[in-house]
């Protein structure tokens, strides 16, 4: 159970990250266009 509650822990952490990517990328985007 605590792995697996590590784990959930650090998945969430990947989307957090790439979310937040996401939203840095799409901002240049439209500064760029």
């Known amino acids: ?14 989307e957090a990250s790439c979310e937040a990517v996401f939203e ?3 901002g240049m985007d439209m500064k760029r266009f």
């Open 1 to 14: 159970p605590r792995s697996c509650s590590r784990a959930m822990k650090a998945v969430g952490i990947v």
């Open 24 to 26: 840095l990328v799409m």
